[in-house]
């Protein structure tokens, strides 16, 4: 925080979206419908459905982001909202959604690329695939602490870093270490995402309803 | 009066009020807060909060709508053009006065 009151009004609007805990239970909704994904693979792995897996990809991670985004507004709508206040933010403009569209786009190239040549590939000894995972996504939530100021992030981060080296250690077989990876960081953000609305929840209680209205 | 003591005197006395400022800075931030989000974030009650609001909105500053989620009442506030260009100048004349005084 600044010394100046009127930043740090600013500042607490903005992290003022992340008090619940719904950017965990977004991220972690999303970890757990990609390890998912990859357990569905392992299980299909002999199958021609296995390829047309592959493909649908993309479309996994789109639909899922949009399914998963629905769900916290309707969270933000019937807890949030009526205990501690409406906000919302200015519309992304489209420089802003090129940018954000690039950056989507690098992540889920980085991650197709990381898989088609780990599939591709003679393990090297450790699976630099779920390292790599583990890097990247922690650097993405180390981007949103310092963005937000809060410090749950770095958690997170570090959970992130943590498990894709010790499971890119544990060089598992197939995709089974790329479930593992998801699949632990998706319900380890939503333990964190579960503990922070509990806190919110306890200090902020529903509200009595009144005749006494603004 | 010295220039840099008239720079103050200038300031726009609306914004000049530690609530208002709080207010109009959270709404420059968003685009738009409920009276709840407001009343919590500047520890004001109802009425003074209220009251507030109906001055800046006066000034042409802010919008008030006045609707309902569901059936809750619901008082969405937002900052007009007019509001985020004083509150830029605002800003800039006290970040002026301030260089000035060190």
Redesign the interface.
């Known amino acids: 925080m600044t010394t100046d009151?009127?930043?740090n009004?600013?500042k607490?609007?903005?992290q003022?979206w992340y008090v619940d805990g719904s950017f965990e239970f977004s991220f972690g909704g999303l970890c757990l419908l990609l390890a998912a994904y990859f357990y569905a693979q392992t299980l299909l792995a002999q199958s021609w459905l296995s390829n047309l897996m592959i493909v649908f990809f993309l479309l996994v991670m789109i639909g899922g982001a949009f399914v998963i985004n629905r769900l916290v507004m309707t969270m933000k709508?019937r807890i949030t909202?009526?205990r501690?206040?409406?906000?919302?933010?200015?519309?992304k403009t489209s420089s802003n959604r090129w940018g954000r569209a690039l950056l989507l786009g690098a992540v889920a190239a980085i991650l197709s690329a990381g898989i088609v040549l780990r599939l591709s590939n003679r393990p090297l000894g450790f699976d630099w695939t779920v390292t790599a995972s583990g890097l990247l996504f922690g650097a993405v939530v180390t981007y949103f602490g310092f963005r937000t100021g809060a410090a749950r992030f770095f958690v997170n981060a570090a959970l992130s870093i943590g498990l894709g080296i010790v499971i890119g250690f544990a060089n598992l077989t197939e995709s089974i270490g790329l479930t593992a990876f998801y699949g632990l960081l998706g319900l380890g953000m939503l333990a964190v995402g579960g503990f922070s609305l509990w806190m919110y929840l306890r200090q902020n209680p529903a509200?009595v309803e009144s005749s006494?209205?603004? | 009066m010295t220039s840099d003591l008239r720079s103050l005197t200038d300031v726009d006395r609306l914004l000049h009020e530690p609530s208002r400022a709080v207010i109009v800075a959270i709404l420059a931030a968003v685009e738009s807060a409920d009276f709840v989000f407001l009343q919590r974030e500047t520890g004001l009650t109802k009425g003074n909060l209220s009251t507030h609001l109906t001055k800046l909105e006066e000034a042409g500053y802010i919008n008030i709508e006045k609707t309902f989620r569901g059936k809750y009442p619901l008082t969405l506030c937002r900052l007009t053009e007019t509001g985020r260009e004083a509150f830029t100048n605002y800003r800039k004349k006290l970040s002026q006065f301030v260089e000035q005084t060190k």
Do not use: K
Request: cysteine-free; overall charge negative; glycine content about 4%.
């Open positions: 009151p009127l930043q009004a600013q607490r609007a903005f003022y709508e909202f009526p501690t206040g409406y906000i919302s933010f200015p519309r509200p006494d209205d603004q």
